[in-house]
């Protein structure tokens, strides 16, 4: 099962960030076999740290639910909440299958929240070149379409937001990412 773990940073956090780098890393080296994204998200000044994205497959949601709140930065606190929800991987690859690799050009997570009917649950392709992860966010069953996530390359947080069908999510946030890890 994969799912999208988003801690976002409790404000006045980074010291802490920075002091527990290490213990995130070598926490997150134990579920490499199972990660397909996982990068800081940052804030408007494109250098501080805002959140952490983790992308991974896990056994279910109890173990996910583990692995996002037994997280040593989330149990210091350093991350004010966390967004987890259930995703589907509809490219079938990580990110470090993506064709443009880690860096050149500017990357973004998006995020719609929807209810209702479900939207985007095809990858699109004149996107697809630029698309590193692209998915639906579920329920812990799978059987509630709660919006879609994305993480892409894109020259702007405007054509970013693009990439979700307008008028179908009741927010849509869109956050300045970059590849992490070691790997």
Known sequence: MEFLCYHRDRRGSLPLREKLVEEHWSYMDRYADGMIARGPTFAEDGETPSGSVHILDLPD???????????????????????????RNLLGRT?????????GGS???VLGFGEGAAADLTVPLSQQDELIAYGPLLSDDAATWLGTAALLRAPDPESARALLTKDRYAETEVHDWEFGGRR
Request: aromatic residues 20%; proline residues 10%; without cysteine.
């Open 61 to 87: 949601p109890a173990a996910a639910r583990a692995f996002a709140f037994d997280e040593p930065t989330y149990q210091a606190g350093v991350y004010r909440d966390v967004l987890l929800r259930r995703w």
């Open 107 to 109: 990357r973004y997570l």
């Open 95 to 103: 990110m470090w299958d993506f064709p443009g690799g880690p860096t």
